[in-house]
C-alpha cells in the first residue's frame, strides 16, 4: 500500500464507523435531547484524556448554538470544581469504554445532586451506562489506528454524536441564523446579520440634486460624489434617483437635447430605499434581487440620512 491508501482507508475506516451510529441511535437520543431542551441551568461536559477534548469541542458547539454549556475535567472536580454544578444542570459524561475510574468517581457526586446524566460511551454494559440517565452507544467495530489502539473511529463518533445533539437541539429551539450571529458576533455571519445600515452607511459630501438642475451641472455632482448617482431632495425629502446608467441612456436618447433636460426627466422616482435599522444581509438580498448597487437610508420623514453602497455590504 502507498502512503495514500493508508490516508484513503482511514478515512473509509472512520466514515464506516459514523455511518454505524445510525442503527445504534435509539429512543435514548430523544431523552437526551428532552433533557437538555428542558435543562433550566447548565449542561456540563466532561471526559478525560481523548474523550475530553472531545467534549470540549462538544460544550463549545452546544454553547455556540444556544445551549448554555462548559466543559469540565472529572479531575478538577476533587478540587474545589463542584461548586460549578448545581440542581437543574444536565451532565454529559463521555467514556469509550464506560469505565474509566477518574470519571466513574466523579459520577456519585452528581447523582448525589440528582442531576440527571447523558452518558456516551462505546459500552452499553459498562458502568456508565448503568448510571446514566440515558445512555447514548457510540461503539465502533474497529479504530481507524492499524494496532486498533489509539482512539480514532471512537473519538470520530462520539464527535459527530454530539454534533448531532447540536443540531436536533437547533431543530427543536426553531435556532435561527439571526441566532446564530448573536453567539458569533466577531464572524462573518454575525457581522452581516447584526450590523445595520446605519454602522456603515456613507454621509459625508453626497451627490444631492433637485428635479429642477440640468443634466450638465447634474454631471458634475455626481461625478464629485463618486457613487456613480445621484439623489434629488425637495423640501429635505428624497424624491428620486438618477445614475450614471440614467444619464448614458439619455445622452444616447436625446443627443445635442441632452443638455437642456433635467434631472427630473430621468430620475427613478421611488428608488430603494432602507431604514437606518435595517440589517446589512436584507439590504445585501434587496441588491441581488433588484440589481442595484445603491441603496439610499432615510429616516421615517423621507429625509436622506446616507447611503449605503454594494462594497459596505462586504464585510
Known amino acids: 500500500m502507498t502512503i495514500r491508501d493508508y490516508a484513503i482507508q482511514c478515512i473509509k475506516d472512520e466514515a464506516q464507523a459514523v455511518l454505524n451510529l445510525i442503527p445504534q441511535t435509539d429512543d435514548n437520543f430523544d431523552r437526551a435531547v428532552e433533557l437538555m431542551l ?20 462538544i460544550a463549545a458547539t452546544l454553547a455556540s448554538t444556544g445551549t448554555p454549556s462548559f466543559f469540565i475535567n472529572p479531575l478538577d472536580v476533587f478540587h474545589g470544581d463542584l461548586g460549578v454544578m448545581s440542581k437543574g444542570d444536565v451532565v454529559i459524561a463521555i467514556s469509550y469504554s464506560g ?41 465502533v467495530e474497529k479504530e481507524a489506528c492499524p494496532l486498533n489502539l489509539a482512539p480514532t473511529s471512537s473519538t470520530t463518533a462520539t464527535l459527530v454524536m454530539g454534533d448531532a445533539l447540536a443540531v436536533a437541539l437547533m431543530e427543536m429551539r426553531h435556532f435561527r441564523p439571526q441566532d446564530f450571529a448573536q453567539f458569533h458576533p466577531g464572524g462573518e455571519l454575525g457581522k452581516r446579520l447584526l450590523t445595520t445600515a446605519q454602522d456603515v452607511m456613507l454621509t459625508d459630501n453626497l451627490p444631492l440634486l433637485t428635479e429642477d438642475m440640468h443634466l450638465g451641472k447634474a454631471i458634475i455632482l455626481v461625478s464629485k460624489g463618486k457613487l456613480g448617482l445621484g439623489v434629488a431632495i425637495s423640501n429635505g425629502r428624497v424624491i428620486g434617483l438618477i445614475t450614471d446608467g440614467d444619464i448614458r441612456r439619455a445622452m444616447e436618447k436625446w443627443q445635442a437635447e441632452f443638455f437642456d433636460r433635467t434631472v ?3 430620475m427613478t422616482r421611488q428608488p430603494k430605499t432602507v431604514g437606518p435599522q435595517t440589517k446589512i444581509s436584507e439590504i445585501q438580498k434587496m441588491m441581488n434581487e433588484y440589481k442595484i ?23
Open 38 to 57: 428542558h435543562c433550566k441551568g447548565k449542561v456540563i461536559v466532561t471526559g478525560v484524556g481523548k474523550s475530553g477534548h472531545i467534549g470540549a469541542k
Open 264 to 266: 427630473g426627466d430621468i
Open 293 to 315: 448597487h445603491n441603496v439610499l437610508v432615510i429616516d421615517q420623514d423621507q429625509r436622506l440620512l446616507g447611503i449605503v453602497d454594494r462594497y459596505a455590504c462586504v464585510l
Open 99 to 139: 469505565q474509566t475510574d477518574e470519571l466513574l468517581r466523579f459520577i456519585p457526586m452528581v447523582l448525589h445532586m440528582e442531576i440527571p446524566i447523558i452518558g456516551i460511551s462505546g459500552n452499553p454494559q459498562s458502568l456508565l451506562a448503568k448510571y446514566s440517565t440515558c445512555h447514548l452507544n457510540v461503539s
